[in-house]
């Protein structure tokens, strides 16, 4: 049971995530990557630090903390500074599936290091659902600008920073607890971002923002950063990094899904067709086959 909520922690996370893409493309014409990735993470740990300090949550050990400060510096600056420069180059949508490679990353370096076993359901869900994000975005991955290939190459590079996370943080955040080691580790991202974002005089554009501008990065803040973050180290708690990742595939369905409905952006039968794959493909990878459940009743 724990492994289920761990997955539907981990679909409502990269749901999150796939309208914050929304909020980041809006942000970008505004201001640059760094002050886009402090708004959002500085806010979060505003969020989440009052949350953790009143549920008593078991913070990372000494040990652990080079280590959590590492992590957070890796996911919570490298990650969105590669995110939000891609969007300046490519398509939200080209992104979203570049972004979809994460799950391929997952699988490959998790038993690579012998995080966790390769197996064959595994992979072929992966399969499906990075084609069923394909078969989705089919429409608008045509209408590409020029030099897109670098934001795609910059969205695979934070993909991989995202699957190294995954990886690495699972057995910090089961010695702690997921809100405790999101707020350090989102804590050490975001003071970097700052610093860099005050040297470079990224806030300058800020005097100018109106309240659409303060409402996006407020979205970012509270659901892009606190609540995905949170629900993404949940999920790490509880299933493997495989598992987890694979839900960044309902990102770019979600995404399309806000842009009918808040852009009036017209539902095709591929945007269908593809959330069908992606929930099979995340429903064959997250599921034992049978020889696995005729197994564990024997023993």
């Not at 490959?108 to 012998?114: D, E, H, L, N, Q």
């Amino acid at each position: 049971m724990g492994e289920i909520f761990g997955v539907l922690a981990a679909v409502l996370s990269s749901a999150l995530g796939g309208t914050s893409i929304g909020a980041t493309r809006y942000l970008v014409d505004a201001i640059d990557p760094l002050a886009i990735g402090s708004f959002r993470f500085g806010i979060g740990f505003l969020l989440l630090l009052p949350l953790a300090l009143l549920r008593g949550d078991r913070w990372p050990g000494r040990g652990d903390w080079a280590v959590a400060t590492g992590l957070g510096l890796l996911f919570f600056a490298l990650f969105p500074i590669l995110f939000n420069a891609s969007l300046i180059f490519t398509t939200a949508a080209r992104g979203a599936l570049a972004l979809s490679t994460l799950p391929l990353l997952s699988l490959v370096i998790g038993a690579a290091v012998g995080a966790e076993a390769l197996t064959w359901r595994k992979s072929v869900g992966v399969v499906i659902a990075t084609s069923g994000v394909a078969v989705a975005l089919l429409s608008d991955l045509t209408a590409a600008p020029a030099g897109a290939w670098r934001g795609d190459l910059l969205m695979m590079a934070a993909a991989l920073c995202m699957a190294l996370y995954g990886i690495w943080s699972k057995p910090l955040i089961r010695r702690s607890s997921p809100i405790a080691f999101t707020t350090m580790s989102m804590a050490a991202g975001a003071a970097c971002l700052i610093l860099l974002s005050d040297v470079r005089g990224s806030f300058a554009p800020v005097a100018n923002f109106a309240a659409p501008q303060w409402l996006a990065a407020l979205y970012l803040g509270a659901f892009g950063a606190a609540l995905t973050f949170y629900l993404w180290a949940f999920a790490l708690e509880r299933t493997t990094p495989t598992r987890v990742a694979i839900s960044v595939t309902v990102n770019p369905v979600t995404a399309s899904l806000v842009g009918a409905w808040l852009l009036h952006e017209p539902l095709r039968w591929n945007l269908a067709a593809g959330i069908v794959a992606v929930l099979a493909g995340i429903w064959i990878a997250t599921t034992p086959g049978r020889r696995v459940e005729a197994a564990g009743a024997s023993g």
